[in-house]
């Protein structure tokens, strides 16, 4: 399979060479170049089978011209080597909980599909470093970090804005050492984004390094993701939903993962519609409402791995419907939460449904609460733990919670960080002295 850019003005690259480089050189994302329909025999059986069995057939559908059958099969079993199980919330809403891997964090999955998928492509090529540069408000951070650690032949800088992600998230990409530097930006998550983003397109820093991004633009991180939905959907209608009523809503920041749904559906994954739920960062809802996408500057909340002003997904979403913004709005609605809001669903949901969201889970479970038809299920995606938001999670219920033991364990370790004023000079010079060394 190739992958073609969404801007169109670069040539069409391999699958390893999408993954190594992440952006296109026309700054647009790599797409597929076709999206291969799985067969409905293989939609009937989705209810008999494994997760890495069905993971495996729709890798294979998309990756299997470019990774041998054998090294893909344990990619898959080794990236889902966690439970991703669906759990009634309400009385047509189901949670499905990403968050049982290593990092808590839905992140874990395309994080290390790609760094095992990386690490093939490096089998054969043992001489060179690709380097991974990764903005993060929280979670990719961690889980890049986690699924890269001791890859051979792969360095990760993780960049996150100073005192905005919390004290466990940082913990987990800021003590484990080895391959992986974090470096500390005095500025916000869009400033770490944006210091990424020119970091790709500088001629000096591409010549003296190999550079490639573990964020949601880069295909292996994104379309991992889609494995779950076909798990979900299985999973709901095995507990006896109408399979032509499925919706899922998504909570949204970069619009990576919403956007593998979004790819499951167009490769034959029957599902009705789509929610894309935003905090306070309501940029694509506006979208949705008038046809015109404004970028802002972001603003801080409390679901802050959704605090995004400029999606760099989007891009990918309105290629995927030629543009169309009415071709969008029959597959995707949108909605959108202040903080406010978002405890209040956290703390009723808590107390009358006995289940125990993270912020940004709320944000879906209230759009599906206020959207969803009698005929329809909705599946929201729970993309993190609630002990990920502790401070957050216990101001709002009034109670504390436990921190599962792996989470606990980051904490005991010291911490290391390489600070940087967030000045692209200044970053890039860091990044040329490191590779020095
Ligand atoms: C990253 C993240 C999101 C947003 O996912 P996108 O793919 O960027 O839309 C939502 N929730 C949590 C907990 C996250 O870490």
Redesign the pocket.
């Known amino acids: 399979m190739k992958y073609r850019s969404t801007a169109a003005l670069s040539p069409e690259v391999s699958l390893e060479e999408a993954v190594v480089k992440g952006l296109a050189p026309d700054k647009g994302l790599y797409m597929p170049l076709s999206f291969p329909s799985l067969s409905n025999d293989f939609i009937n059986h989705l209810p008999e089978m494994s997760l890495p069995q069905m993971a495996y057939e729709v890798a294979a559908a998309l990756f299997g011209e470019d990774v041998e059958e054998d090294a893909l099969k344990r990619i898959v079993e080794e990236t889902l080597n966690f439970k991703i199980p669906l759990v009634k919330v309400d009385d047509n809403i189901f949670s499905l909980e990403l ?1 049982h891997g290593p990092t808590l ?3 874990d999955v395309g994080a290390r599909f790609m760094a095992r998928l990386l690490g093939y492509f490096n089998r054969s090529n043992k001489e060179r470093t690709v380097n991974v540069l990764v903005a993060t ?4 951070g961690s ?1 890049v970090a986690n699924g890269f650690l001791g890859v051979e032949g792969v360095h990760v800088f993780v960049l996150y804005p100073k005192g905005k992600v919390s004290r466990i998230q940082e913990a987990q990409f800021t003590t484990l050492g080895r391959n992986i530097t974090a470096i500390e930006v005095d500025g916000t998550f869009d400033d770490c984004q944006a210091l990424v983003k020119k970091a790709f397109l500088d001629k000096d820093l591409n010549e003296a390094m190999m550079l490639t991004s573990a964020n ?1 633009i880069n295909v292996a991180r ?1 379309l991992p ?1 889609m494995f779950y939905y076909f798990y979900a959907y299985a999973q709901a209608v095995k507990a006896g939903a109408d399979p032509s009523e499925i919706v899922f809503c ?11 749904g979004l790819i499951a559906k167009k490769m034959g994954l029957p599902v009705k519609r789509f929610i ?1 739920a935003n905090n306070a960062n309501d940029i694509f809802y506006n979208y949705l409402n008038s046809g015109i996408y404004t970028p802002k500057k972001s603003v801080q909340t409390i ?1 802050n ?2 605090d ?1 002003g400029d ?3 989007f891009a990918r979403v309105l290629d995927l419907y030629g543009n169309s913004h009415e071709e969008i709005c029959s597959d995707i609605s949108g909605a959108t939460y202040s903080d406010q809001e978002i405890s209040e669903t956290l703390q009723k949901t808590f107390k009358e449904n006995d289940y125990l969201l ?4 709320a944000v879906a479970f209230r759009a599906l609460s206020e959207n969803l038809d009698r005929s329809e299920t909705g599946i929201f ?1 729970e ?2 733990h609630p002990a ?1 938001f502790k401070e957050t999670v216990e101001g709002i219920i009034g109670e504390e919670i436990a921190v599962p033991d792996r989470l606990m364990a980051f904490l005991e370790n010291e911490k290391k960080t390489v600070p940087s004023s967030g000045d692209f000079g200044e970053f890039k010079n860091l990044l040329l002295n490191l590779v020095k060394q």
């Not at 408000?137 to 990719?140: L, P, V, Y």
């Not at 909570?251 to 593998?260: E, L, R």
């Open positions: 968050f964090a839905f992140k408000s929280g979670d990719t889980a949601s994104f993701q998504v909570p949204s920041g970069n619009f990576g993962n919403i956007t593998a894309a679901a791995a959704m995004v999606p760099s997904n993270d912020p940004h889970g995606l993309t993190a990920k």
